[in-house]
């Protein structure tokens, strides 16, 4: 079973900054897009940004100019590094692989309150 494993996760008070880890199998990152969704409570699964196999990054409109995704090709690791939160950040953040099949991973807390 393919398995993506997130970190980092938490607590933040309004204009704070998370990073995200998500740690995939290297036979499915070499081949996938890999991407970041959330979920809040009552509302769909939302896309928040992907990377490209080659590198290149996009945004969810929500989140140009404070999130930022990159990659470690030699940790098989994507990353989202997030700046600025707000309040209707919060949500349950997954890490997502997608290539002839989508992985998903457990999912990781992201609450941003005072």
């Known amino acids: 079973q393919v398995r993506l494993v997130e970190s980092g996760g938490g607590l933040v008070q309004p204009g704070g900054s998370l990073r995200l880890s998500c740690v995939a199998p290297?036979?499915?990152?070499?081949?996938?897009?890999m991407g970041w969704y959330r979920q809040a409570p009552g509302k769909e699964r939302e896309l928040v940004a992907t990377?490209?196999?080659?590198?290149?990054?996009d945004y969810a409109d929500f989140v140009k100019g404070r999130f930022t995704i990159s990659k470690d090709n030699a940790k098989n690791t994507v990353n989202l590094q997030m700046n600025g939160l707000k309040p209707e950040d919060t949500a349950v953040y997954y890490c997502?692989?997608?290539?002839?099949?989508?992985?998903w991973g457990q999912g990781t807390q992201v609450t941003v309150s005072s």
């Open positions: 290297a036979d499915i990152f070499a081949i996938s897009i």
């Open positions: 990377i490209t196999i080659g590198g290149r990054p």
């Open positions: 997502n692989s997608m290539s002839d099949y989508d992985y």
